[in-house]
């Protein structure tokens, strides 16, 4: 199960958990890149060393759960400290996993007659059961045989802060737990075939312990909606999804779930309006484009906005797809734009996909074709059927773990931006500035004479938030530049910047959009360091969204970057979306 990757051991983990990042910071600078480099890949070979042991664990699972090692499942001993079995399934994702604890810890309770109520709890991201204390014995007896049937992992909770590591339900700690914690995380650990998507208790089913005292139940720690509840409430039957953010509300239906009519309110926070995504793309390999745009020219008054590595495809559209059905299964269409494309692996004919050419958001044909991802920005609100809440990406954007609708919009219907610390440059509009800077000193220009203040901020290159409405608005503001941008057929500039800076500030100075965070990283392909940087993303997978990209690439180093761009999104995103064809239609 080991992937490769030297800044994903467990020693290297371990020394990153132990040492403040100030003094690894002092470290780094003191020791050399390659050493520290070598120094990692011989730690990464140390686990050698945990060959036996977890082939004696594979061994004695293949014993203890022969059920499991049917079609398309197996079990896999898991490295590093413990004593984890995996089950190893084709398709592996957080909801799946969620799901099936769920269903894993209800089905137990209801087998054993176990009273019990689903909560609002404070993560979306896992399940939430509250039983009686005075039920705790009998819990811990029903825990203890699911771990019969399967690999079951149990660890206690203080808060919201998981205390120690997992172990097995049925082993003597597991048991003690069961005791004792107030708040259970139970769970299996799903893999898939390769080993570098691996979920665990972070999408556990917790079991909280809900204390008696005069006649009602007290909960051991904070929700979303209650302290207690009478001993005697009703329970009501709701779809999972009313319970949390995440969820596949447009793909199929969620189980439902017994819970109080406390938790069963939406509530002031909850998202209910449909949110769907849109994407840009463009294969710059494709003979019949280059030559379109070898028609017109070498294309853009500026170096970057020329340079071919803004238009090669690495496959990256594959994969930010993948990261969004694992990561955003509550989306409900994905829009692709492009100019007479698609991938031949796509399956354009899923009903939660359409493909837009140009030529129908474009309504004068003198304006196509464009090569100015200005110019088609400044058309998307135009897609037919589109959400008035969407959220725009471009493919070399992923979302790198869970998030929720939330994370993007305001329940009342406002965007989320997320400001950069990268800064508009104050010096004078010129031929010399770079197309961003050019677009946004004139997105400034246009917000200083508008509203008076004098933008200094770009955007991070994360998914967009946005609002069909105000992007109407927009055009209708400044039609004169919004129309002389959608016309140009290069970047120019005159551009303005739409959906990556322009509407996020008019949105908020006119109070429908609020400046929030977002965990993000930044990735250039060209920079030394970039091979390591992904090591790490990797291995932590901490972060909400991240952009790998390539302004100024000189083509002399393309294959190479190409082949560690392509290992490192296989490694980050092993499991195929639905939008994808199957290998053998493609072939």
């Known amino acids: 199960m080991s992937t490769g990757n030297p800044e994903a051991s467990a020693a290297v983990g371990a020394y990153r958990s132990l040492v403040p990042a100030r003094l690894r910071r002092r470290i780094a600078r003191r020791v050399p890149p390659r050493l520290r480099m070598a120094l990692k890949q011989l730690l990464r070979r140390l686990h050698v060393f945990s060959l036996l042991p977890r082939l ?3 061994l004695r699972a293949r014993r203890r759960w022969p059920h499991l090692f049917g079609e398309g499942e197996r079990l896999a001993a898991l490295a590093g400290p413990g004593d984890r079995i995996a089950l190893v399934r084709p398709t592996v994702s957080p909801l799946g996993l969620r799901e099936a604890n769920l269903e894993l810890v209800v089905t137990e309770l209801e087998a054993a007659g176990i009273d019990y109520f689903a909560v609002r709890g404070a993560s979306d991201f896992r399940s939430c059961l509250a039983v009686s204390e005075a039920d705790r014995e009998r819990v811990g007896e029903g825990l203890e045989r699911c771990a019969g049937h399967s ?3 149990v660890r206690a909770c203080r808060g919201e802060t998981p205390q120690g590591r997992e172990v097995p339900a049925d082993s003597r700690h597991g048991r003690q737990l069961a005791r004792h914690a107030s708040v259970l995380q ?3 650990v799903w893999s898939d075939p390769t080993g570098t998507l691996l979920l665990g208790l972070e999408h556990s089913c917790d079991i909280e312990f809900w204390r008696p005292e005069d006649g009602r139940l007290v909960a051991p720690r904070r929700n979303r909606v209650t302290e207690d509840v009478p001993l005697d409430e009703a329970r009501v039957t709701v779809p ?14 969620t189980r439902s779930v017994r819970t109080v009519p406390a938790c069963a309110d939406a509530l002031p926070e909850d998202v209910q309006f449909p949110v769907d995504v849109v994407y840009t793309w463009v294969d710059g390999n494709d003979p019949a484009w280059q030559q379109r745009r070898s028609a017109y020219g070498e294309g853009g008054y500026h170096t970057e906005a020329a340079n071919a590595a803004r238009y090669i495809s690495r496959d ?8 969004l059905e694992q990561n955003a299964p509550w989306v409900r269409h994905v829009y692709l ?7 031949a692996w796509l399956n354009d004919a899923h009903p939660r996909l359409t493909v837009v050419d140009h030529s129908e958001i474009f309504p004068d044909p003198s304006a196509l074709p464009t090569f100015n991802s200005h110019a088609i920005e400044s058309r998307l609100h135009h897609i037919k059927g589109l959400a008035e809440h969407f959220l725009y990406l471009n493919d070399d954007m992923f979302l790198g773990r869970p998030v929720t609708p939330q994370d993007f919009f305001l329940s009342n219907g406002m965007t989320r931006t997320f400001f950069s610390p990268a800064q508009v440059p104050r010096r004078r509009p010129g031929h010399t500035d770079r197309p961003v800077d050019a677009a946004g000193k004139n997105n400034r220009r246009l917000l200083r004479e508008r509203f008076g203040p004098v933008i200094v901020q770009k955007l991070r290159h994360a998914p967009y938030a946005l609002r069909r409405s105000v992007l109407e608005e927009i055009e209708r503001e400044y039609r004169e530049v919004h129309r002389q941008t959608s016309h140009s057929r290069f970047r120019s500039p ?3 910047s739409i959906p990556s800076s322009l509407y996020h500030y008019y949105a908020y100075f006119t109070g429908r959009a609020v400046p929030s965070d977002i965990k993000f990283a930044y990735l250039d392909l060209s920079r030394p360091e970039i091979q390591r940087r992904m090591g790490i993303l990797l291995a932590r997978r901490d972060r909400q969204a991240f ?3 390539d302004t100024l690439s000189d083509g002399n180093d393309v294959e190479r970057q190409t082949a560690m761009l392509g290992a490192f999104l296989e490694a980050y995103y092993p499991v195929p979306s639905p939008f994808e064809r199957k290998v053998r239609e493609v072939r």
């Not at 999972?240 to 995440?246: A, I, N, Y």
């Not at 990256?316 to 990261?323: D, V």
């Not at 734009?337 to 991938?343: A, E, F, K, L």
């Open 337 to 343: 734009v492009t100019d007479r494309q698609r991938p």
């Open 316 to 323: 990256e559209l594959r994969y930010s797809l993948r990261a």
């Open 186 to 188: 139970a769970g299996m």
């Open 494 to 496: 005159t551009d303005i």
């Open 151 to 153: 690999p079951v992992y």
């Open 547 to 549: 952009c790998i990209n």
């Open 56 to 58: 004696v664990r594979g």
């Open 240 to 253: 999972v999804s009313r319970l949390t953010g995440f969820a596949a509300l447009h793909t199929r239906r």
